[in-house]
């Protein structure tokens, strides 16, 4: 079973990765918190309060602030910025040996993983040194204003308004499911702008400063026990008119290479927390069960499962080094992990026998079993839901025919019936 715990070996790399590897694990050998120490950031799943994800905040910035400072931040970006000027797949290979210690910058997801990347391609020059910067260093922590009560899915349906008075935007409507909006510097907001066009051509996208008076955040509470995300309240907020990112009414473009990014964040990130691998099998040998045969099968599968989405996001790598959107490879994956999450903690629990009922730290390995079982849902529905990753693969690998879309082409004040 040695071979369980690879990622991408070294026997796999050229030699340029295999020294960058090695100099990966170098520095996190001599900086990182190794998993299960006291102060392992994911110890304690299911203990959650607000002084503690402030406190986990706090700890993404300082692990975010060193990894700037020994050049292992954003390192996909351009040097002005704050990266590197590497490539992707170095990106992985830091990720991948991050994730072997309890160290993370899940705070900065939403800036770095797909508000940086949105900036980098639509951002004015200004607006690049004065946000991209601060993001890299850690300083600065982003939310997504994008969905709404009555647009998730149909994303393009949304409400929230923005009207022009002089040099500022005056927004008011309200946001839902905004992940750590309540303790975010800054926000990516969505707001329609024309409502006399359909509904994809009259949105504007915005960079809003979430201390902005107007802006009120109501955290819900979810399965898990954490309130991670809220409902966002917008009134009379002022945005100042340099704060679009694009162009007027172009928000829709905009927002498809946040909205892409995310997709590609939950597929390279094999959905976020829970245990790994190595974890299952520490529990398998913990209980054991490594002679047991039903055990052995079943984990069997996981491992294929695991190296199944591991060549997945191999081909999506590739899919964008070839400078196409992976958009039907990151629907596949992201069902792939949303089944591999589920089916993954199942076994562990069982494995885990009475001890599964228990939580957080009374838990067996730190509660992260009981974790992924309960956040397993986060995965299947942040960034779009399982159905609609359906559709896409429906139409675009399948060719069937197109969901119906009825208000495409009708302009918006008509289909919101404001007409
Ligand atoms: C953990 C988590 C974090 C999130 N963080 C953020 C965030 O930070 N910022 C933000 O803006 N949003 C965030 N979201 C919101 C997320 O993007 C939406 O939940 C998602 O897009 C689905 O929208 P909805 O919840 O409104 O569901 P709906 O769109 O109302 O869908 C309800 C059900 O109907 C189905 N359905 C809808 N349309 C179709 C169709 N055409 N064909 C087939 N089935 C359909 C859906 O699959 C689903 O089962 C987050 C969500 C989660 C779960």
Same mark, same amino acid.
């Given at each position: 079973?040695?071979?369980?715990?690879?990622?991408?070996?070294?026997?796999?790399?050229?030699?340029?990765?295999?020294?960058?590897?090695?100099?990966?694990?170098?520095?996190?050998?001599?900086?990182?918190?190794?998993?299960?120490?006291?102060?392992?950031?994911?110890?304690?799943?299911?203990?959650?309060?607000?002084?503690?994800?402030?406190?986990?905040?706090?700890?993404?910035?300082?692990?975010?602030?060193?990894?700037?400072?020994?050049?292992?931040?954003?390192?996909?970006?351009?040097?002005?910025?704050?990266?590197?000027?590497?490539?992707?797949?170095?990106?992985?290979?830091?990720?991948?040996?991050?994730?072997?210690?309890?160290?993370?910058?899940?705070?900065?997801?939403?800036?770095?993983?797909?508000?940086?990347?949105?900036?980098?391609?639509?951002?004015?020059?200004?607006?690049?040194?004065?946000?991209? !910067?601060? $993001?890299?260093? %850690?300083?600065? =922590? @982003?939310?997504?204003?994008?969905?709404?009560?009555?647009? *998730?899915?149909? /994303? &393009?349906?949304?409400?929230?308004?923005?009207?022009?008075?002089?040099? !500022?935007? $005056?927004?008011? %409507?309200?946001? =839902? @499911?905004?992940?750590?909006?309540?303790?975010?510097?800054? *926000?990516?907001? /969505? &707001?329609?702008?024309?409502?006399?066009?359909?509904?994809?051509?009259?949105?504007?996208?915005?960079?809003?400063?979430?201390?902005?008076?107007?802006?009120?955040?109501?955290?819900?509470?979810?399965?898990?026990?954490?309130?991670?995300?809220?409902?966002?309240?917008?009134?009379?907020?002022?945005?100042?008119?340099?704060?679009?990112?694009?162009?007027?009414?172009?928000?829709?473009?905009?927002?498809?290479?946040?909205?892409?990014?995310?997709?590609?964040?939950?597929?390279?990130?094999?959905?976020?927390?829970?245990?790994?691998?190595?974890?299952?099998?520490?529990?398998?040998?913990e209980r054991g069960l490594a002679g047991d045969p039903v055990v052995r099968q079943r984990v069997a599968k996981t491992y294929m499962r695991q190296e199944?989405?591991?060549?997945?996001?191999?081909?999506?790598?590739?899919?964008?080094?070839?400078?196409?959107?992976?958009?039907?490879?990151?629907?596949?994956?992201?069902?792939?992990?949303?089944?591999?999450?589920?089916?993954?903690?199942?076994?562990?629990?069982?494995?885990?026998?009475?001890?599964?009922?228990?939580?957080?730290?009374?838990?067996?390995?730190?509660?992260?079993?009981?974790?992924?079982?309960?956040?397993?849902?986060?995965?299947?529905?942040?960034?779009?839901?399982?159905?609609?990753?359906?559709?896409?693969?429906?139409?675009?690998?399948?060719?069937?025919?197109?969901?119906?879309?009825?208000?495409?082409?009708?302009?918006?004040?008509?289909?919101?019936?404001?007409?």
């Amino acid at each position: 079973m040695t071979r369980t715990t690879r990622t991408e070996t070294e026997s796999e790399e050229e030699s340029e990765f295999v020294e960058f590897r090695a100099r990966a694990r170098e520095f996190l050998a001599a900086h990182a918190i190794p998993k299960g120490h006291p102060d392992d950031f994911s110890q304690g799943y299911g203990a959650h309060t607000l002084e503690g994800e402030r406190h986990y905040q706090e700890r993404c910035a300082w692990w975010q602030g060193l990894l700037f400072e020994h050049g292992w931040a954003c390192l996909t970006w351009p040097k002005e910025y704050g990266g590197q000027g590497l490539t992707s797949k170095h990106a992985r290979i830091i990720a991948q040996e991050q994730g072997r210690y309890g160290v993370s910058n899940g705070a900065f997801s939403v800036g770095i993983g797909m508000f940086g990347p949105t900036m980098l391609m639509h951002g004015t020059e200004e607006q690049k040194r004065r946000y991209l !910067l601060p $993001l890299a260093r %850690g300083e600065e =922590v @982003w939310c997504q204003l994008f969905s709404e009560p009555g647009a *998730g899915s149909d /994303l &393009a349906g949304l409400r929230t308004r923005a009207d022009l008075d002089g040099d !500022l935007y $005056l927004v008011n %409507g309200q946001k =839902v @499911w905004n992940s750590g909006a309540h303790l975010a510097d800054w *926000g990516i907001l /969505l &707001a329609r702008t024309d409502w006399d066009v359909p509904k994809h051509k009259g949105i504007t996208y915005f960079v809003v400063d979430m201390h902005s008076p107007g802006i009120e955040c109501r955290p819900i509470k979810q399965i898990t026990g954490s309130a991670h995300f809220n409902e966002t309240f917008l009134t009379d907020v002022h945005i100042p008119r340099e704060n679009v990112l694009g162009a007027v009414n172009d928000g829709w473009r905009v927002a498809n290479t946040t909205l892409s990014n995310e997709r590609t964040l939950i597929g390279g990130s094999g959905g976020g927390g829970g245990g790994g691998m190595r974890d299952l099998l520490a529990l398998v040998r913990e209980r054991g069960l490594a002679g047991d045969p039903v055990v052995r099968q079943r984990v069997a599968k996981t491992y294929m499962r695991q190296e199944i989405l591991r060549f997945l996001g191999l081909k999506m790598q590739a899919t964008m080094r070839a400078g196409r959107a992976p958009a039907a490879e990151a629907s596949i994956m992201k069902i792939l992990i949303g089944d591999h999450l589920h089916e993954t903690a199942d076994l562990a629990l069982a494995l885990e026998g009475p001890a599964a009922s228990l939580s957080s730290t009374d838990a067996p390995q730190g509660g992260a079993w009981q974790h992924q079982l309960l956040n397993q849902f986060s995965t299947k529905f942040g960034g779009g839901t399982e159905q609609i990753q359906r559709n896409v693969i429906g139409e675009r690998v399948l060719g069937l025919p197109s969901d119906i879309r009825v208000d495409k082409d009708r302009p918006f004040r008509e289909v919101a019936g404001l007409a």
